[in-house]
């Protein structure tokens, strides 16, 4: 199947700071990617969705100078979650999504635990 | 708009025993569905999809889906439950007329195996 990472796995960062995230498909290209949350006990929430070349389309009550998303190339997102506070702390996931003939599947990636301290 | 479902926040069985989760959609279209699963600490992973094709569904790990137009169901089964299928469980649903093939996911179902 195909294979999405994601960088870093985990990270503490302290309040006010700035982290970025990486999301990578490794092995096909992606025009779309996606950004998504998960709190604790509780589903995906999308976040975001991320087109190579253009801006980035946020959900509703998403932040978008909070989290920036970059898709400079076909391979490669990042989220950029700036002035970090506590309540960012969260599970990030993104996924990448597959175009091929008639049929569509989105990949994901292993995600990113952010912590906030 | 499309909804899903997942009529059960846990499910506890028996290694060996059948394994159930339970999943209603609402779409306004004809709707892909899918299975995923995510073990702890790690990332989604596709089980099965729906794409209009066959109703009834086979993916990995033996398990399968079978769709029910009339019902708004897509309900995972597994004949025979193993230890390492501890994990937890979204059905998600996609309206292929849906800009950017964006994915609604269900709440979960978290699955424990009992030895």
């Known amino acids: 199947g195909a294979v999405v990472s994601q960088h870093p796995s985990r990270v503490i960062c302290k309040s006010g700071t700035s982290v970025k995230i990486e999301c990578r498909s490794l092995?096909?290209?992606?025009?779309?990617m996606f950004w998504y949350r998960q709190f604790p006990k509780k589903s995906l929430m999308l976040m975001a969705t991320?087109?190579?070349?253009?801006?980035?389309?946020?959900e509703q009550g998403v932040e978008k100078d909070k989290f920036l998303i970059n898709h400079a190339s076909l391979t490669l997102s990042t989220l950029t979650v700036t002035s970090a506070h506590p309540e960012d702390s969260s599970f990030y996931i993104c996924?990448?999504?597959?175009?091929?003939?008639?049929?569509?599947?989105?990949?994901f990636g292993p995600g990113t635990r952010l912590l906030v301290l | 708009a499309q909804s899903v479902t997942q009529l059960d926040s846990h499910v506890s069985v028996s290694e060996g025993t059948p394994v159930l989760l339970r999943c209603n959609y609402s779409?306004?279209?004809?709707?892909?569905l899918f299975w995923y699963v995510q073990h702890p600490n790690k990332g989604l992973q596709l089980l099965l999809k729906?794409?209009?094709?066959?109703?009834l569904v086979k993916g990995i790990n033996g398990f399968e889906a079978e769709f029910k137009k009339s019902e708004t169901s897509f309900h995972l089964t597994k004949p025979s439950a193993h230890m390492s299928d501890a994990a937890e469980y979204f059905c998600?649903?996609?309206?292929?007329?849906?800009?950017?093939?964006?994915?609604?996911f269900g709440g979960g179902t978290r699955l424990m195996v009992k030895p």
């Open positions: 996924s990448a999504l597959r175009q091929g003939g008639s049929q569509e599947t989105q990949y």
């Open positions: 092995d096909f290209q992606a025009t779309t």
């Open positions: 991320s087109n190579e070349g253009s801006k980035a389309t946020y």
């Open positions: 779409s306004s279209y004809s709707p892909s």
């Open positions: 729906y794409t209009s094709a066959a109703t």
């Open positions: 998600v649903v996609s309206d292929l007329r849906n800009a950017g093939n964006m994915l609604t």
